[in-house]
């Protein structure tokens, strides 16, 4: 069976377009929101998107729009953030 | 931009959230469903956009994150007819006001003739605002085909007519002439004849059998080129007999009577400059004038300008105002000179003949002497012309044929 992560484990499924735009599915809420920095939570990890004039275009419960000029996208443990 | 509609219809409204832990507070509400846009970082917390329900939705979830809401902007239908509701008139009236144009614009409030002939023109207006189209005419029931096909059989000097509904008005576009006679002769089966005395001066045969001769004297009704068409066997004995529409041009030099006549005195019009204007409203029929100023002369000419309501070129409405202008004037007693009544004849005359001349008549002799009579000048004489005298008639056999077999269709029906 071939069944995709993001279905089978509710794996972050993300797509981007450039550096403008980005579409996150399959979250778990925000840890974090200002204009520079945004970590959003995740089943096993967290997501931290770094950029200027970051916005959420909409946000619901599966899905988020993410616009603003993106520097860059890392993948940080729970732990790493008390730290 | 569907979505945009929808929410600005349903009606949203622009948020902003601030306290202790904005975060756990959006994560709480998209986690119930509620929806929201365009999220902002603030200084204090967080802005956004939601529906109007979801203010709602979202006060048990303020008061357990301990978070306070302002709002910023209220935006949509909802709130525009909630800011409005003193003026409930106001929106009202405006509703009827609409409605009223709609229904106004159902109907034909103005027709218009464009064509050559004034008098023609004004003729045929009054008698489609008569017979066809009265103002105020359900536009659904105007059919412009039935309307030119009706106006071209009972006005025959139409050559050609469009008509045109735009808006609320009907527009007649139309031309004069003698277009239709030649529809007429290939219709019908016949001979042409002479519509006046004449001596033939010129004769083209296309159809028929032609019966006259170039210099032969013709009496009105006489037949020119007939339409009959006799068959002959060997012994020169009539086999067959045959109908047809007879075609050709014949011209004629023929005499035509002018008389005219004009009184050397006549009365001028002299017009005082202390003229009185006045304004009349009117709806449909119905008139009201607010002031009418008092004329204390006996005589005056009117001249009243009708300026109906429009909504910009085509969209007449049935009500305006008019402007009347009374002039008053006195009769002075007046005698015109011999040459000037001579003149004017001359003038008469030139135009007649120059309305002959535009038909295509030639005019070869004019013997029109203008002289003064008691207290007349006089214009008589006889203008010899070479016109066209082609006149079509339906045959006379073929009409007999026509009869006896309609009396034989009666006679077997009983």
């Known amino acids: 069976m071939n069944i995709p992560g993001d279905v089978l484990c509710g794996e972050l499924l993300i797509r981007m377009f450039g550096n403008r735009e980005i579409i996150i599915e399959n979250h778990k809420g925000i840890h974090l929101y200002t204009s520079e920095e945004i970590i959003i939570t995740c089943k096993h990890t967290m997501l931290r998107i770094c950029g200027e004039k970051l916005l959420i275009q909409y946000f619901s419960g599966c899905d988020m729009k993410i616009t603003g000029i993106i520097q860059s996208i890392s993948y940080i443990s729970k732990a790493e953030l008390c730290c | ?414």
């Open chain 2, 1 to 414: 931009m569907l979505l945009r509609i929808l929410r600005f219809i349903l009606g949203y409204v622009k948020v902003e959230v601030f306290g202790f832990a904005p975060e756990r507070l959006m994560n709480l509400i998209i986690k119930n469903e509620i929806v929201v846009w365009e999220v902002e970082y603030t200084e204090q917390g967080y802005c956004f956009f939601t529906g109007r329900k979801n203010l709602i939705k979202m006060k048990p979830y303020l008061q357990k994150t301990n978070m306070k809401l302002k709002v910023m902007e209220r935006i949509g239908i909802p709130y525009i007819v909630k800011r409005n509701r003193k003026r409930v008139a106001f929106v009202l009236g405006f509703g009827i006001f609409l409605c009223g144009l709609y229904i106004l614009s159902l109907f034909v409030w103005e027709v218009r003739i464009v064509g050559e002939d004034k008098l023609v023109a004004d003729n045929l207006l009054e008698r489609i605002e008569e017979k066809y189209v009265p103002l105020g005419t359900l536009k659904k029931n105007v059919n412009c085909n039935h309307l030119e096909e009706s106006l071209r059989k009972e006005f025959e000097d139409i050559s050609w007519i469009s008509c045109e509904l735009k808006g609320t008005g009907l527009t007649i576009y139309l031309e004069e002439g003698m277009a239709p006679q030649k529809a007429i002769l290939k219709e019908k089966n016949g001979d042409i004849v002479a519509a006046k005395d004449a001596t033939i001066t010129k004769m083209i045969t296309r159809e028929g059998t032609p019966l006259v001769k170039v210099n032969q004297d013709v009496k009105k009704g006489d037949i020119l080129i007939s339409g009959t068409i006799y068959i002959y066997d060997d012994n020169n004995e009539i086999l067959e007999t045959s109908y047809i529409a007879a075609d050709g041009d014949v011209y004629g030099v023929t005499k035509s009577d002018y008389e005219d006549y004009i009184d050397l005195t006549y009365y001028d019009k002299k017009h005082s400059d202390n003229a009185k204007e006045y304004i009349t409203f009117y709806f449909g029929d119905y008139c009201i004038t607010p002031y009418t100023p008092k004329m204390q002369d006996e005589k005056y000419d009117i001249y009243t300008e009708i300026n109906k309501a429009k909504i910009l070129n085509d969209f007449y409405l049935p009500f305006g105002y008019k402007k009347t202008k009374c002039t008053p004037y006195t009769l002075e007693r007046k005698k015109y000179t011999e040459k000037e009544a001579a003149a004017i004849l001359q003038e008469r005359l030139n135009k007649k003949i120059k309305a002959f001349t535009e038909k295509g008549v030639e005019i070869i002799k004019n013997d029109v002497k203008i002289e003064q009579s008691g207290d007349k000048m006089i214009a008589k004489g006889t203008l010899t012309i070479k016109e066209s005298i082609v006149s079509f008639k339906e045959n006379s056999a073929i009409i007999h044929d026509k009869q006896e077999a309609e009396i034989g269709e009666e006679n077997e029906h009983e």
